[in-house]
């Protein structure tokens, strides 16, 4: 086995036609779109109807767009990992589904939890695969249908979330490009402020758990900001110390969509230009496992080779990292 970088080589993605805008949720609880644009930069989300299509029905849309772009035999996929939230179901992994329906056949694959840090802590498990010389083709899937567990009673989440997924091809590189350090952690003590309580082994589903709500996402915002803001922050000043960067050697930061404020907050804390830190929160939410391929998806055409991308998420767990990535091709 030989050691080489781990690329990224193709991005696609998917976000449903359905668009939820602020007037619309404030025809469903008392908010408005004042405070929901001042608070959170968010405009509008995506909504997967009807949501028992599942997150594969979306990760399997952005993979079919990866695939056409890249003109890629899906028989040559030899690993596929979903990162998600909100699995088709809690067992099998969505990801074996999406495997055989896009005739990945001589794939395996499963399924990554790490909530908003899931495509974050995939891009390691990816490239690992490559750069130890194991596999030549990783497809890494960040998908989420956040829709299936918001209640859309409580304004203090629903107006954050939204549907979406992004894939990425990795590939070994043999010009020393695509991802080259990171640092990733978790604090269990985190699911006490963002965690959905029952349907797992400790609270299994019931009557009650249904009329308790408990099936629904709950998050306690402020302390979840706080944690954000610094320890991403944290991570970024981590990973640009130890790879000798400064903050004018970065390209772009592509950062977890949770809140327009903490992408401010760590703007100021590096003391980036407004152009370096990309941005698409206004029109999707936040879609957990999603936003940083969906960014990519976006943002695709101003990437070129050899620029240097920070990438950097934080979630529930909590979990939270930042990874350094430099750009394999030029779109
Ligand atoms: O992706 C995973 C990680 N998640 C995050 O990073 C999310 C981090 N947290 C946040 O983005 C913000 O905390 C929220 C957007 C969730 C909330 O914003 P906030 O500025 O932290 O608001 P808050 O929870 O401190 O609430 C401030 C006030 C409260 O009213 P009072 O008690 O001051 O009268 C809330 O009841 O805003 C009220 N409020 C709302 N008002 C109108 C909360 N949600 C809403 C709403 N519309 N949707």
């Known amino acids: 086995m030989t050691t080489k970088t781990a690329a990224i080589t193709a991005v696609g993605g998917y976000v449903p036609e359905h668009v939820l805008t602020n007037a619309d949720i404030e025809q469903m609880v008392d908010t408005s779109d004042e405070w929901i644009v001042s608070r959170t930069g968010i405009r509008e989300r995506r909504i997967l109807k009807p949501t028992s299509l599942g997150t594969s029905f979306m990760a399997i849309k952005a993979v079919q767009n990866l695939l056409d772009k890249k003109n890629l035999d899906p028989t040559q996929i030899d690993l596929i990992i979903v990162a998600t939230a909100t699995p088709d179901m809690p067992v099998s992994s969505t990801a074996s ?23 974050l802590f995939g891009m390691s498990t990816a490239a690992a695969y490559i750069s130890s010389g194991r596999y030549k083709k990783v497809l890494l899937i960040g998908a989420d249908t956040m829709s299936s567990i918001i209640d859309y009673s409580d304004r203090a989440t629903c ?20 991802l080259q350090d990171e640092v990733l952690r978790v604090d269990g003590k985190g699911r006490a402020y ?18 308790k709500k408990q099936h629904f996402l709950h998050q306690e915002g402020r302390p979840v900001f706080k944690f954000a803001i610094s320890n991403m922050s944290d991570a970024i000043t981590q990973v640009i110390t130890r790879n ?33 830190m990309l941005i698409n929160i206004e029109r999707y ?33 909590f979990t939270w990292g930042a990874s350094y990535l430099t750009w394999a091709y030029n779109s």
């Open 97 to 119: 589904y999406v495997a055989t329906e896009i005739g990945a056949t001589n794939a395996f694959a499963y399924d990554l939890q790490g909530a908003c840090s899931g495509f």
């Open 159 to 178: 107006v954050i979330f939204g549907d979406g997924a992004g894939a990425v091809l990795f590939e070994p590189n043999d010009e020393g490009l695509g």
């Open 194 to 211: 963002l965690k959905i309580e029952a349907g797992g082994s400790m609270l299994p589903p019931s009557k009650e758990t249904v009329s």
């Open 244 to 276: 000798d960067l400064s903050k004018d050697d970065i390209d772009f930061v592509v950062a977890h969509q949770a809140n327009k404020r903490i992408l401010d907050a760590i703007s100021n804390h590096l003391d980036l230009k407004s152009d370096q």
């Open 285 to 317: 939410g936040n879609t957990t496992a999603a936003t940083l391929p969906l960014l990519l998806w976006d943002y695709e055409h101003l990437l070129k080779k050899n620029q240097k991308l920070l990438f950097t998420a934080f979630g529930g767990g």
